[in-house]
């Protein structure tokens, strides 16, 4: 099976045999997952974070420690069930180091994204009765006015808000 991987990575993982090591104790749990289509998703989401960032953490801080791979497997598995954002993923490997839980840190940090719809849709209203010039603009058509209300709603929720929850209550309630 292809693991859908970027040529890029898989030379990077091939001439740094730590790295080679670590993205294949990182993918082992995923490889048994009955789900091809998420299987390959998780493989490929850990080998962008490991070849970016972790690379990146390695080249600026020679004091760097990996997270071991378990930790790091909870990471791809927090992003891939849409518990953290990217962006949120990115800033908690920075806090990150050896055997720490990746859920624990990211409660402590408040990098859980918030996906519950009753929370998340007051908010939502809120910034709707805000904006109505642009309330009123979408309505006549313009697609960029959705992206702004997301955008404000990211904002208000300090970028812990699911932006895929966020769009699906804007588009009810902008459909009423």
């Known amino acids: ?36 289509s998420a299987q390959a998703g998780k493989i490929k989401l850990a080998s962008n974070y490991i070849t970016s960032d ?17 930790s790091f497997t909870e990471l791809i598995n927090m992003i891939s069930l849409g518990k953290i954002s990217s962006r949120g993923a990115k800033e908690l490997l920075a806090y990150m180091h050896g055997d720490e839980s990746p859920e624990k840190i990211a409660n402590e940090k408040g990098l859980i994204q918030k ?32 992206q ?18 966020i769009k699906k209550i804007l588009l009810e309630l902008l459909s009423k």
Request: hydrophobic fraction near 45%; charged fraction near 25%.
């Open 115 to 146: 996906s519950d719809e009753g929370e998340l849709k007051a908010m939502i209203e809120k910034i709707l009765g805000e904006n109505e010039t642009v309330v009123a603009e979408y309505k006549q058509g313009k697609e960029s006015a959705l």
């Open 1 to 36: 099976m292809s693991l859908g991987i970027t040529a890029e990575a898989a030379e990077i993982f091939l001439t740094n045999l730590m790295l080679g090591d670590y993205f294949e104790a990182v993918t082992a749990p995923f490889k048994s997952d009955k789900d091809l």
């Open 148 to 165: 702004y209300l997301v955008g404000q709603a990211m904002k208000v929720s300090k970028g812990a808000g699911n932006p895929v929850v």
């Open 54 to 70: 972790i690379v990146a953490h390695m080249k600026a801080k020679q004091d760097f420690t990996l997270p071991s791979a378990g």
